[in-house]
């Protein structure tokens, strides 16, 4: 079975600098998608960034980039020049290759606090 | 438009009643879900319904039934309703036919706040 772990339930960071969010999943499967959504206070689900796990090259959303490392089995979130907007809960998620078989597995999360 | 909807966005009920979250998408999605996220902001998957038929059903009480009238729609009823329930329910869906990364993208509703008192 897959499992993810995000080691920080809490961060802080201050406006306008850079803050990374780990993430760590266990799988035996090689091809695999994982994503990071974010949960601001109104609950809401977004898709913040993505990436399949045969891609070499690290997804990048503006400010938002990953750090693929999938021999290590390591995901994490690098947020730039960080915004007042984005605090909120992040989540890494694992979904396997496979159109419908295969349901979203959310880490636990880490509460991101960005402080003016 | 709201690409995955879900009614109604609050509810408070109480305990022993039976009640029903409607989820509706207009993405063109053949495959729907509901994941729960409870106190602690866990979230954990229920159901996958795709094209009307049932392919997860995680450890979840029978009395939570899910109903899929047709692949835009699935929705979560509950019956005997007791206060482990509350929760925040999401639906979701993706469309699994494509391949690659925009066809195994799981996109979420904004979530129905469910309080058992």
């Known amino acids: 079975a897959q499992t993810v772990t995000q080691s920080q339930p809490e961060m802080s960071v201050q406006e306008a600098e850079t803050v990374t969010l780990s993430c760590t999943y266990d799988?035996?499967?090689?091809?695999?998608?994982l994503f990071w959504y974010k949960q601001p206070p109104s609950r809401q689900m977004i898709l913040v960034i993505r990436q399949e796990a045969y891609k070499q090259q690290n997804a990048t959303e503006n400010r938002f980039s990953v750090n693929f490392q999938k021999a290590a089995k390591s995901f994490s979130l690098k947020i730039s020049d960080s915004q007042l907007g984005d605090t909120a809960m992040y989540f890494c998620a694992f979904r396997r290759y496979g159109g419908s078989q295969g349901n979203l597995i959310f880490g636990k999360g880490t509460k991101l606090s960005v402080k003016p | 438009d709201t690409a995955v909807s879900q009614t109604p966005k609050y509810l408070v009920t109480q305990m022993g009643n039976d009640k029903s979250i409607k989820c509706e998408q207009n993405l063109g999605h053949d495959t729907m879900y509901w994941y729960k996220q409870d106190s602690k902001k866990f979230l954990k998957i229920m159901f996958s319904?795709?094209?009307?038929?049932?392919?997860i059903n995680e450890t979840v009480p029978n009395r939570f039934s899910p109903k899929s009238p047709d692949k835009a729609h699935l929705n979560l009823h509950i019956n005997s309703l007791e206060l482990g329930d509350s929760a925040v329910y999401f639906c979701?869906?993706?469309?699994?036919?494509?391949?690659?990364?925009?066809?195994?993208?799981?996109?979420f509703g904004e979530g129905s706040w469910l309080t058992v008192v």
């Open positions: 979701a869906s993706s469309r699994a036919d494509l391949p690659g990364l925009s066809g195994n993208t799981i996109y």
């Open positions: 799988t035996s499967e090689n091809n695999y998608y």
């Open positions: 319904y795709n094209n009307k038929e049932l392919i």
